[in-house]
């Protein structure tokens, strides 16, 4: 996960319906994403986690991305990543590959505000920032 994410924030965001989650047949929890809103029209997508053992199953790809992607149709999508399977998959559905800085400056100051103002969170964005992070934008 790019983030650290206390547990009081994912709790928040289960409650507001934030997070979509994906089980198997015995009604496991096999993964789930973060969509998040962060300014206007800009909503973000986050923590795309599928289980190990069900990964390339199109878990992630094939039913969490989808279904997040078509919840936030009518907004500006903001997603970033180092993984680069989703890196390669995230222009399949229409996304952009942009710099940072590219992004209106109040999302980037909503952006650090509501997502990067743990500790933990710094250090690790900080590590991540030296490996092949990649940012994408889809916009309505």
């Given at each position: 996960?790019?983030?650290?994410?206390?547990?009081?924030?994912?709790?928040?965001?289960?409650?507001?319906?934030?997070?979509?989650?994906?089980?198997?047949?015995?009604?496991?929890?096999?993964?789930?994403i973060?969509?998040?809103?962060?300014?206007?029209?800009?909503?973000?997508?986050?923590?795309?986690?599928?289980?190990?053992?069900y990964?390339?199953?199109?878990?992630?790809?094939?039913?969490?991305?989808?279904s997040?992607?078509?919840?936030?149709?009518?907004?500006?999508?903001?997603?970033?990543?180092?993984?680069?399977?989703?890196?390669?998959?995230?222009?399949?559905?229409?996304?952009?590959?942009?710099?940072?800085?590219?992004?209106?400056?109040?999302?980037?100051?909503?952006?650090?505000?509501?997502?990067?103002?743990?500790?933990?969170?710094?250090?690790?964005?900080?590590?991540?920032?030296?490996?092949?992070?990649?940012?994408?934008?889809?916009?309505?």
């Open positions: 996960h790019l983030s650290y994410r206390p547990p009081d924030l994912i709790e928040r965001h289960a409650r507001a319906g934030h997070i979509i989650a994906a089980y198997n047949s015995d009604d496991e929890l096999i993964g789930w973060e969509q998040y809103p962060l300014w206007s029209n800009w909503w973000g997508l986050s923590s795309l986690y599928v289980r190990p053992e990964r390339d199953d199109g878990v992630g790809r094939g039913k969490l991305l989808p997040a992607i078509k919840r936030l149709s009518n907004y500006n999508i903001y997603a970033a990543t180092t993984n680069p399977t989703i890196q390669a998959f995230l222009p399949t559905p229409g996304f952009t590959n942009v710099s940072f800085w590219h992004y209106p400056t109040p999302l980037i100051i909503s952006l650090i505000w509501k997502r990067y103002t743990y500790p933990a969170t710094w250090l690790k964005l900080g590590k991540l920032m030296r490996q092949n992070f990649m940012y994408f934008e889809k916009r309505i």
